[in-house]
């Protein structure tokens, strides 16, 4: 009997910046406040939001699904006193649905689920909607893209891990980009609207790749939120990166 990923591998400046573009698609940024100065975070966002944030991306981690355990629903309550922008959580916790109800309240617009250890995910993904959220699905690397194909066509997003979750600052694994591929043919062939994210360790080196292998979503952390250069000079050189 042939693995799944056998069968997968088968298969298949001052100056605002425009979004990056790649084969007609538009590149979004995503800033992820995991890596945000915490001290600073409603300022950090504001400048996010000022240079050209399309989103902000919300890690939620329970300490179980992932070894890490980072922010709740105070966090998502305080970003929304201070952004209009749409904000993102992704849910590495275990028992997504007993929350969901709880973050959409507090004003998260879209969720991100694993795929992972969900025990119904097309429920899940049926009563974010229901709710009148954008509903996402991510893949952990070791999680081949063909079982996408049953539920791609109720989802808004795909979001291919490109690091194991649970931590910032890890490096991006290369030998996801085939997969992102995959999940790109996968999309133009069931559900072209639907946009495909990468996140981990998204930087100015890695995101023309991720952009060339079919992402059009970038979550990007530390290459936005650091010490070396502001917000704004971090988030412009990763779109000219993008741009290349």
């Known amino acids: 009997m042939s693995r799944p990923r056998d069968r997968d591998r088968a298969a298949s400046a001052s100056m605002p910046i425009a979004p990056a573009t790649h084969t007609g698609r538009a590149v979004m940024l995503a800033p992820s406040i995991l890596a945000a100065d915490f001290a600073r975070l409603g300022e950090q966002v504001t400048e996010a939001e ?54 959409a309240q507090e004003g998260i617009d879209s969720f991100i689920v694993h795929w992972e250890g969900n025990n119904d995910l097309m429920r899940t993904v049926r009563h974010i909607k229901s709710l009148g959220k954008r509903a996402g699905v991510a893949i952990n690397p070791a999680t081949p893209a063909a079982i996408l194909e049953e539920i791609l066509q109720d989802l808004d997003q795909v979001l291919v891990m490109t690091v194991s979750p649970g931590f910032g600052h890890q490096h991006f694994l290369p030998e996801t980009l085939p997969k992102i591929r995959r999940a790109r043919q996968l999309i133009e062939r069931l ?10 360790g998204v930087d100015a080196a890695t995101a023309p790749q991720a952009v060339e292998a079919g992402a059009n979503v970038l979550v990007a952390g530390s290459a936005i939120f650091n010490e070396a250069e502001s917000v704004k000079q971090a988030m412009q050189r990763l779109r000219m990166a993008a741009h290349t």
């Open 191 to 200: 559900k072209p609207d639907c946009q495909l994210s990468v996140d981990g």
């Open 50 to 103: 000022a240079a050209g944030a399309d989103r902000i991306h919300v890690d939620v981690m329970d300490g179980h699904f992932v070894p890490n355990i980072s922010m709740g629903t105070p966090i998502v309550a305080s970003l929304r006193r201070v952004t209009r922008l749409p904000l993102e959580a992704h849910l590495m916790i275990s028992n997504p649905d007993l929350f969901i109800d709880q973050f």
